[in-house]
C-alpha cells in the first residue's frame, strides 16, 4: 500500500505501528524518516510544531503533514493530539504500576 491510499485513523500506537505493518504502508524517504522519528520519539509530536518536528527530522514542514494524513489522520493537529493522548495514557498506566509496587499490603483474616 502506498501514501496516496486513506488509511482509518487509529486509536492508540499499537494500532498504528500494527496497521503500518498491516498495510505494508511504504512512504517516499523523507516521510519515513519523520515517521520512524514520530514513532520512536512520541513526545517529539506531542510537544513540537510542523516546523520543529521538520527540524528534528531533516524534512520540509509539508512532509511532516504530509506524513500526519497518510498515518491517517485529519491534519498535523489530528496527529498531535493523537500522541499527547498516548502520552497521558502511558503515563496514567505507569503511574498505577508504581502505585500498586507501593501499596501496603492486604492483610489475612
Do not use: W, Y
Not at 510537544?47 to 512532509?63: D, H
Not at 491517517?72 to 505507569?94: P, V
Request: hydrophobic letters at 40%.
Amino acid at each position: 500500500m502506498n501514501s496516496e491510499e486513506n488509511l482509518k485513523r487509529p486509536n492508540d500506537l499499537t494500532e498504528l505501528k500494527a496497521m503500518i505493518v498491516k498495510t505494508g504502508l511504504t512512504l517516499p524517504e523523507q516521510q519515513e524518516r519523520a515517521a520512524r522519528m514520530a514513532l520512536t520519539n512520541p513526545e517529539l509530536i506531542a510537544f513540537g510544531t510542523v516546523a520543529s518536528v521538520a527540524l528534528k527530522c531533516s524534512v520540509s514542514p509539508s512532509t511532516v503533514v504530509r506524513v500526519a494524513t497518510a498515518l491517517g489522520f485529519a491534519s498535523f493537529r489530528d496527529f498531535k493530539t493523537f500522541f499527547r493522548q498516548h502520552l497521558k495514557t502511558s503515563r496514567l498506566a505507569e503511574q498505577n504500576i508504581n502505585t500498586a509496587r507501593h501499596a501496603p499490603p492486604i492483610p489475612n483474616r
